[in-house]
């Protein structure tokens, strides 16, 4: 037997179906119910305000509430505790609709007996239970997939923006610098153009893993579009400046030494340091970088590997 009941609301103006329920339940053998019970429905609202409720036994017909509106009002109420519709034969086509919007089942009152009843409340509770797993892991999922590049697995836009911006707050309370990198893979069209677009996406994954093994955990890494990438170094004065691109040079050999490819990864990048004592929008970060980007593309200062041939 369970040490802990489980609390049922019943809503039922019924007094000799009320009684009959409560002697079913009570003659459950391994199960301990603690049944309360409400003849109106408006009691009934009030009621699912009130301690938790682990289910509802709902008859449709009550004195202040008839037919498909009365499950309609108890669902509005508590959306979060499963409902199983009490009906007689003649209101059977109701309480199947309010399965159809809602409710974990009907039961039609003259067929009751206490095995069956005990059994729909527990398989109502089970049922309810795995539908909110399920929801909830759909619901992270959908998350993920919301701020998660598709290929890459790394942050993506819209996830480095919120989070980014996060990190401004979290240094202007703190006095600490950040570093902002703008990291484009240059020659991905040519890859894309010449040896498949299959291979670009290799190539792109193989830029994030790089730039994951070359920051460090707290760093916010993102695919922000086609061919760039964002990294904010967190806690990352302006001065690291030179050893992150030293590092990334360095493991940027290895990677295509490791490929074996007839052509190299090549890839610029831009840096622009934000400092807590003259503050700026992350959109004015962002806009330093880039510029250091383009500055740095035309005055070849740190692309940080070339193709054959240039």
Not at 66 to 73: H, L, R, S, V, Y
Not at 161 to 183: W, Y
Request: hydrophobic residues 45%; neutral net charge; contains cysteine.
């Amino acid at each position: 037997m369970d040490d802990k009941p489980i609390k049922v609301l019943l809503i039922e103006d019924d007094p000799d179906n009320t009684r009959l329920i409560r002697e079913m339940l009570a003659d459950a053998r391994h199960t301990r119910f603690a049944v309360e019970r409400v003849d109106r429905l408006s009691r009934g609202t009030v009621r699912l305000a009130g301690v938790a409720i682990d289910v509802i036994l709902l008859d449709l017909l009550l004195p202040d509430s008839e037919g498909p509106d009365t499950f309609a009002k108890v669902y509005a109420q508590a959306p979060g505790v499963p409902i199983i519709v009490l009906s007689g034969h003649a209101d059977e086509d109701v309480a199947i609709r309010a399965v159809r919007e809602g409710a974990q089942d009907y039961l039609v009152k003259n067929q009751l007996e206490s095995r069956s009843l005990v059994r729909a409340i527990r398989c109502a509770i089970e049922r309810h239970r795995l539908l909110k797993d399920l929801l909830g892991k759909a619901r992270q999922e959908l998350i993920a997939m919301s701020l998660a590049d598709g290929l890459t697995g790394l942050y993506n836009r819209r996830a480095f923006l919120t989070l980014a911006e996060r990190q401004l707050k979290i240094a202007n309370r703190t006095n600490k610098e950040l570093l902002l990198l703008c990291v484009t893979l240059d020659n991905l069209t040519w890859i894309n153009d010449t040896v498949g677009r299959y291979e670009g996406n290799l190539a792109l994954v193989g830029i994030a893993s790089l730039l994951k093994s070359t920051l460090r955990d707290p760093d916010i890494i993102a695919r922000i579009g086609e061919d760039e990438f964002a990294v904010l170094a967190v806690n990352a004065p302006g001065v690291s400046t030179d050893i992150l691109i030293a590092r990334l040079h360095e493991n940027l050999k290895v990677l295509n030494a490791q490929t074996g490819h007839s052509y190299l990864l090549v890839l610029s990048v831009g840096a622009a340091c934000y400092d807590p004592k003259s503050p700026c929008s992350l959109e004015a970060l962002m806009a330093g970088s880039k510029r250091s980007l383009a500055e740095n593309r035309r005055g070849n200062q740190i692309i940080v590997s070339t193709p054959p041939g240039q």
